[in-house]
T-cell receptor, first 114, second 113 residues
Framework: AQKITQTQPGMFVQEKEAVTLDCTYD???????LFWYKQPSSGEMIFLIY??????QNATEGRYSLNFQKARKSANLVISASQLGDSAMYFC???????????FGAGTRLTVKP | AAGVIQSPRHLIKEKRETATLKCYPI?????VYWYQQGPGQDPQFLIS???????DKGSIPDRFSAQQFSDYHSELNMSSLELGDSALYFC????????????FGQGTRLTVV
C-alpha cells in the first residue's frame, strides 16, 4: 500500500507568492518522521524540513514551513515568497521508527513564474 | 560538516556488464538506504542496512546485491545490467533511533548502453 501520497504532479506559482504542496501519509507506527526534499534539475536531493510525529509545533526553516495535521495524516509544505530558484521537484518522505525504512511520495514539480 | 559521499558520480556501462556503486555515510550514522530513481520517477527504495545487517528490502532485483562493511560504508553490486537499470542511484544515511537525521548523497548516475 502506498504510504506517502502527493496528489499534485505539477504546481505553478507566481514569484513572491506562497505555495502549498500537499502530502498525506499512512502509518500505524506511533513514532515517525516526515521529510521534505527538493530535487533540482541537477538531480541532488536537498533536505528542506523535518517534522516528528511527537512534535507539538509545526516545523519552520526560513521560507519553508510544514503544516502538520496529525489526525488527518497530512504534512503539507508551505513555501513563502517563492523565488525562481524554487523551481524543482519536491518529495515528501516518511521514516517509521519501528521498521526503520524511508519511503517517498511521487513528487510535485513546482514551477515559479516570473 | 561531512556529508554522504557516493562514488562514482557518473558511470556508463554496457548491457550485461556489472557495476559497483559505493556509499560512505556520515560518521556515526549506522543505517544506510539505497534508492533507484528512474527518469521522471520518484525514488524507489531498494534496500537498507543497519549495523552491517540487511534491515529492510524493497524492490531490488535479484541481479543486484548490496552489503554494508565494518566501516559502515556500503556497496551496491549490479550484474547483468539492462537498459532499464539506467537511473540515478541514491544512498542515504541516518542514525537509527534519531528520526530527524536522514541525509542523501549526490547520487550516482548510471547509464547502460
Amino acid at each position: 500500500a502506498q504510504k506517502i501520497t502527493q496528489t499534485q504532479p505539477g504546481m505553478f506559482v507566481q514569484e513572491k507568492e506562497a505555495v502549498t504542496l500537499d502530502c498525506t501519509y499512512d502509518t500505524s507506527d506511533p513514532s515517525y518522521g516526515l521529510f521534505w526534499y527538493k530535487q533540482p534539475s541537477s538531480g541532488e536531493m536537498i533536505f528542506l524540513i523535518y517534522q516528528g510525529s511527537y512534535d507539538q509545533q509545526n516545523a519552520t526553516e526560513g521560507r519553508y514551513s510544514l503544516n502538520f495535521q496529525k489526525a488527518r495524516k497530512s504534512a503539507n509544505l508551505v513555501i513563502s515568497a517563492s523565488q525562481l530558484g524554487d523551481s524543482a521537484m519536491y518529495f515528501c518522505a516518511m521514516r517509521e521508527k519501528n521498521n526503520n525504512d524511508m519511503r517517498f511520495g511521487a513528487g510535485t514539480r513546482l514551477t515559479v513564474k516570473p | 560538516a561531512a556529508g554522504v559521499i557516493q562514488s562514482p558520480r557518473h558511470l556508463i556501462k554496457e548491457k550485461r556488464e556489472t557495476a559497483t556503486l559505493k556509499c560512505y555515510p556520515i560518521p556515526r550514522h549506522d543505517t544506510v538506504y539505497w534508492y533507484q530513481q528512474g527518469p521522471g520517477q520518484d525514488p524507489q527504495f531498494l534496500i537498507s542496512f543497519y549495523e552491517k545487517m540487511q534491515s529492510d528490502k524493497g524492490s531490488i532485483p535479484d541481479r543486484f546485491s548490496a552489503q554494508q562493511f565494518s566501516d559502515y560504508h556500503s556497496e551496491l553490486n549490479m550484474s547483468s545490467l539492462e537498459l532499464g537499470d539506467s537511473a540515478l542511484y541514491f544512498c542515504a544515511s541516518s542514525p537509527r533511533g534519531r528520526l530527524a537525521e536522514a541525509f542523501f548523497g549526490q547520487g550516482t548516475r548510471l547509464t547502460v548502453v
